[in-house]
């Protein structure tokens, strides 16, 4: 595994803990909540992203990608997140993982591409769901946003944004300032504002 790899996994392993605390200081009160994603509540928005990890899981595993489970959280959230994170955990752990492709939407790619699309998805979600939450966007942790605006940049191209209709997944960039927070930025990014 060439250094470069091993660091971005570590960094996914970091945002897969990161991603986990925030979901386990939610509060049942909390699922009808509005979020950043304006069409989902706290409630689908962490069900998204549980479902993304067991989606993430099977396509590093070199599986396809499965119909999208209307209700990937049980009655245990935090739970039902930690199962995924572990599946995920144990995909990349497989040997030659990182010298396969993997099937997307978009197409074929090099499955060490996917780190950091898994990565940034993370990040952004990690910040949907605290902000959503009333949680400390401050504590989170500045390099896993840096890696994912860094990637953000060279990968989110505009032909993949749009607005719900078009069925794109990332809206227009929003203007923030430039020496805002990381976490900011990187909502902004990914076009989010607060709800």
Same mark, same amino acid.
């Given at each position: 595994?060439? +250094? =470069?790899? @091993?660091? *971005?996994?570590?960094? #996914?392993?970091? !945002?897969?803990? &990161?991603? $986990?605390?925030?979901?386990?200081? %939610? ?51 935090? +739970? =039902?997140? @930690?199962? *995924?994170?572990?599946? #995920?955990?144990? !995909?990349?752990? &497989?040997? $030659?993982?990182?010298?396969?492709? %993997? ?93």
């Amino acid at each position: 595994m060439s +250094a =470069s790899a @091993a660091s *971005a996994l570590a960094l #996914l392993d970091r !945002a897969l803990d &990161q991603t $986990g605390a925030v979901i386990g200081r %939610v509060t049942p009160a909390q699922a009808g909540l509005p979020t950043p994603c304006r069409s989902w509540d706290v409630r689908t928005l962490v069900n998204h992203v549980v479902d993304e990890v067991n989606q993430f899981a099977l396509v590093t595993a070199g599986a396809p990608r499965r119909a999208v489970e209307p209700d990937a959280l049980g009655a245990d959230w935090a +739970a =039902s997140y @930690a199962a *995924a994170a572990e599946g #995920l955990r144990a !995909a990349w752990r &497989q040997p $030659g993982v990182l010298e396969r492709t %993997v099937k997307l939407p978009m197409g074929e790619v090099p499955a060490a591409w996917t780190i950091h699309q898994q990565l940034t998805e993370l990040a952004m979600h990690a910040w949907d769901v605290a902000v959503s939450t009333g949680q400390s966007t401050a504590v989170l942790d500045a390099e896993i946003a840096e890696a994912s605006l860094a990637w953000g940049h060279e990968n989110l191209l505009p032909e993949y944004r749009g607005d719900e209709a078009s069925g794109a997944h990332i809206g227009p960039e929003v203007e923030v300032a430039t020496d805002a927070p990381v976490y900011e930025r990187l909502a902004a990014f990914g076009g989010r504002t607060r709800p």
